[in-house]
C-alpha cells in the first residue's frame, strides 16, 4: 500500500508520463492489489484549490472529477494526531500542506509517492519516486 501526494494524484489524471518508472509500477502494483492507494485530506484540498484557481482544466464537471478522485483513492482524515505529527516534523519545509501529507505516511506507515525534493530528502517518511 502507498499514499501520494498532491502532484501525483494530477499526473496520474493529466500527465501521466510525468511519473517516474518506480512511481508508475508502485502505483499500479497497488491498483492491481485492489487496495486503494491513500491520500490525505490535505490532498483533497489542495486539488479542489488547484482547480478552483483554474491552474487545472477539467473535461467534466468539477463534482464529477472530486467523485472519482474519491472513489480512486482512500480519504485519509485530518486528525489531531496527524496535526500534532506534522506540527513536530523537525527539519522540514514549512508548506502545512506538505506537513500533513508527510504526517499521513508517517501516521500509516506507508510510503508516499511525491516527486518533491524537499520532502524526500527530508527524510522524515519513506518516499518512492
Known amino acids: 500500500m502507498i499514499t501520494l501526494d ?3 494524484v494530477l499526473w496520474m489524471a493529466f500527465s501521466p508520463a510525468k511519473l517516474s518508472p518506480v512511481a508508475l509500477k508502485a502505483i499500479e ?6 487496495v486503494l492507494p491513500a491520500i490525505s485530506a490535505a490532498v483533497l484540498y489542495e486539488l479542489v484549490y488547484t482547480v478552483r484557481k483554474g491552474r487545472v482544466k477539467l473535461d467534466v464537471p468539477a463534482e464529477t472529477f472530486f467523485a472519482r478522485v474519491r472513489s480512486r483513492f482512500r480519504i485519509v482524515s485530518v486528525t489531531a ?9 523537525d527539519r522540514f519545509h514549512g508548506d502545512p500542506m506538505d506537513r500533513l501529507i508527510t504526517a499521513t505516511a508517517i501516521l500509516e506507515n506507508l510510503p508516499l509517492v511525491t516527486f518533491d525534493r524537499k520532502i524526500r530528502d527530508s527524510n522524515a517518511c ?3 519516486w
Request: avoid cysteine; hydrophobic fraction near 50%; charged fraction near 25%.
Open 6 to 8: 498532491s502532484h501525483i
Open 29 to 34: 502494483e497497488a491498483e492491481s492489489s485492489q
Open 81 to 89: 494526531e496527524l496535526a500534532l505529527i506534522a506540527a513536530r516534523l
Open 126 to 128: 519513506k518516499t518512492i
